[in-house]
């Protein structure tokens, strides 16, 4: 497996946009000769983080002329190859240049009019900060819901849950990394250990980088995570969880009125305004 990074410079977003239309990637670069179906394409957005993840649908080849080329200043493209959308999260995944850098495995950060190749292990490592396409991810959470006999509530967009939920679970590695540390690798209401099913899940909803921060966050169980996003679990400011009563009789009854496992760091303590927040949505909650 070979992946790819292509870079996209900050309010050239139009760029994306054209790609996407044409299913259809280019480079610069001499590098872009070598790319062939099958392979990885993962774009990186300069300041912002990590874009999409697209897979090649054809092997590259050399423009014969500028009409084949869609962007401006066509003359700029040495290869184009094309290219399905396998993910792409509603913001980018946030990461530091530095970071993404030591991930992919390249010895030099990532810039523009470059289009380095990725061996398989870095390909994979990539690939993972983005997790499953989309549609495993959707008919992943339809398949809890429907388990458990969950209806989205009424309240709840649907489409905004859906991409609030694919962002917020693709590409937090840093977030969730702290959130492992601070809570000693335990689900902090289940109790679970079970490190491949733990979430970092946000108190107050994902609206961009800064709802990474310390305190704004909870190590969730994948499936209380979804609850909690969901407004049919929450936890009350100083610590008690609550759980609504559609789930009364369910297996998540026994963790009503239990009190949460505090990160053994104290500025990951949930903040208060948020909890009280996330209550004050939960329109159950006596």
């Not at 061996?119 to 809890?144: I, K, M, N, R, Y």
């Not at 967009?157 to 702290?178: C, H, K, P, S, T």
């Not at 679990?233 to 026994?254: I, K």
Request: glycine content about 10%; charged content about 20%; some cysteine.
């Amino acid at each position: 497996m070979t992946g790819w990074i292509g870079a996209i410079a900050v309010g050239t977003d139009s760029n994306w946009d054209i790609a996407k239309a044409n299913s259809l990637w280019g480079t610069p670069s001499g590098s872009g000769a070598r790319v062939r179906r099958g392979d990885d394409l993962f774009l990186w957005k300069s300041g912002e983080g990590w874009l999409a993840h697209c897979r090649a649908t054809t092997d590259a080849w050399a423009p014969r002329g500028v009409n084949e080329v869609p962007w401006p200043e066509p003359q700029r493209y040495r290869y184009l190859f094309g290219i399905d959308v396998l993910t792409e999260p509603a913001v980018p995944i946030a990461m530091a240049g530095a970071e993404a850098t030591a991930l992919a495995g390249l010895q030099a950060t990532i810039r523009l009019g470059q289009f380095p190749a990725l061996d398989e292990a870095s390909t994979a490592a990539v690939a993972a900060v983005f997790g499953p396409p989309a549609s495993t991810v959707e008919q992943a959470l339809a398949d809890l819901l429907r388990a458990a006999g969950i209806d989205v509530p009424p309240t709840v967009d649907e489409r905004d849950y859906a991409q609030r939920l694919i962002a917020v679970r693709r590409g937090q590695q840093a977030f969730r990394q702290g959130l492992l540390r601070a809570f000693d690798r335990t689900c902090c209401i289940s109790g679970s250990r079970v490190e491949a099913t733990l979430e970092a899940a946000h108190i107050r909803p994902y609206r961009g980088t800064g709802s990474h921060a310390a305190g704004n966050g909870l190590l969730l169980r994948a499936d209380l995570h979804t609850l909690f996003d969901l407004r049919l679990v929450t936890v009350l400011p100083y610590g008690t969880v609550r759980v609504a009563p559609d789930l009364q009789g369910s297996e998540y009854e026994e963790f009503d009125e239990r009190h949460i496992r505090q990160p053994v760091d104290a500025g990951h303590v949930p903040r208060r305004e948020a909890l009280v927040e996330h209550n004050s949505l939960c329109g159950w909650l006596d």
